[in-house]
């Protein structure tokens, strides 16, 4: 079903649920001015992701790949949560178990209050080195030179996002894929599903059982296989979706 409101049965899923898993991409901090991969102002539209999100581009051109990134997490830094992102965290006042799995690199879920946080694309206020793995916050590094040096082993130090053509963290995919399983409503959220093997977390969750919402103001290579797709945006939908769900469990006293 595709829909611009939301339909009851959303409601009735959710009430009788007990395990929620939400995965995200940009979409869901669209709204807190980061912008997207994607579409006419996305960053892969004004940047080759080939000169900027890999190793080998890093290793050529390591200053480069470094003002990019110093430029993105100032950006990322100075954003807040929004409302999107503080419905997720609400959910945990309402249900028994709360997982977010997210492609985003900006923290902003735990920033929201969200306890339960699988990053499948790493966390771009972490940083390490490339020869000995010592990690690095970035008070440690953005004062000093560009490129960041180690100060153990004198390696060049890089943020810790997963670049093309990396694995992704192996810890993190599988606790994706448990909650994907396990979970009796899965949200896909502000993504655009067509970026592997990320976007196989939907469809584990689809093939065991879970029901399937999506919310992203347009249709995606996801919604095939969604019960439900939200055409909107996730920081009008889920406070919508919250609001409604702590009325009904409450009794309707909130309304
Ligand atoms: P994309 O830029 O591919 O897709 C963003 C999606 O968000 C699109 O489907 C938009 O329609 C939707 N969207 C925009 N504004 C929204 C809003 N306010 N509410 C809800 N949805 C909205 O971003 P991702 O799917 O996250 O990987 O991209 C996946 C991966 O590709 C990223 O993690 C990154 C990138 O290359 C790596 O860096 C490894
Ligand atoms: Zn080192």
Known sequence: MITETIPQIVYDKLSTARVIAAFTGAGISAESNIPTFRGDEGIWTKFKPEELANFDAFMKNPKLVWEWYSARKKIIHEA???PG???LAELENIFDEVIIV???????????GSTCVHELHGNIERNYCIKCSKTYTDDAILSGEIPPKC???????????????????????TASEEAAQRSDV???????GIVYPAASIPQIAKYSGAFVIEINPETTPLTE???????????????????????????????
């Open 151 to 173: 100060e153990k082993c004198g390696g060049l130090v890089r943020p810790d996002v997963v670049w093309f053509g990396e694995f992704l963290p192996q810890d993190e995919f």
């Open 85 to 87: 992102h503080r419905a």
């Open 225 to 255: 296989i969604a019960d439900v797709t939200i055409l909107g945006k996730t920081g009008s939908v889920l406070p919508e979706i919250v609001h409604r769900l702590r009325s009904i469990k409450t009794g309707g006293k909130q309304d």
């Open 102 to 112: 997210t492609q985003n690199i900006d923290n902003l879920h735990r920033r929201a």
């Open 186 to 192: 899965f949200f896909s959220l502000g993504t655009s």
């Open 80 to 82: 807040q949560p929004n």
